[in-house]
């Protein structure tokens, strides 16, 4: 089991970025692929990002290409999403989490999840 705590979070405005973070503890991160979901209030949770566990490999969700980047730190047992030109339909609770499966983007291949930071864009 790793544990994943979220940070970074919290209110921009339309056009501005905030980075998001995961710190992780009890195991070692580079075991595992990473994600970050979101779910907005009333909508399913969606798949945003995902990167590999040598850090060379990235997917992104339609919605956030060429807008968000994901990477991590094995070192600092870390992961990060940068989010740029953020737009309203941005805001949602942002979630980190952990997979053992290669190029994970369903949430079913995640079994290890943060508790989530909230990320508001204001118009």
């Known amino acids: 089991q790793v544990q994943l705590v979220e940070s970074g979070g919290g209110l921009v405005q339309a056009g501005g970025s905030l980075r998001l973070s995961c710190a992780a503890s009890?195991?070692?991160?580079?075991?595992?692929?990473m994600g970050w979901f979101r779910q907005a209030p009333g909508k399913e949770r969606e798949f945003v990002a995902a990167?590999?566990?040598?850090?060379?490999?990235?997917d992104y969700g339609e919605s956030v290409k060429g807008r968000f980047t994901i990477s991590r730190d094995n070192v600092k047992n870390t992961v990060y999403l940068q989010m740029n030109s953020l737009k309203p339909e941005d805001t949602a609770a942002y979630y980190c989490?952990?997979?053992?499966?290669?190029?994970?983007?369903?949430?079913?291949?995640?079994?290890?999840w943060g508790q989530g930071t909230q990320v508001t864009v204001s118009s």
């Open positions: 009890g195991r070692l991160l580079w075991r595992y692929d």
């Open positions: 989490a952990a997979s053992r499966t290669t190029r994970a983007t369903r949430i079913i291949e995640y079994d290890n």
């Open positions: 990167i590999s566990w040598s850090g060379d490999r990235t």
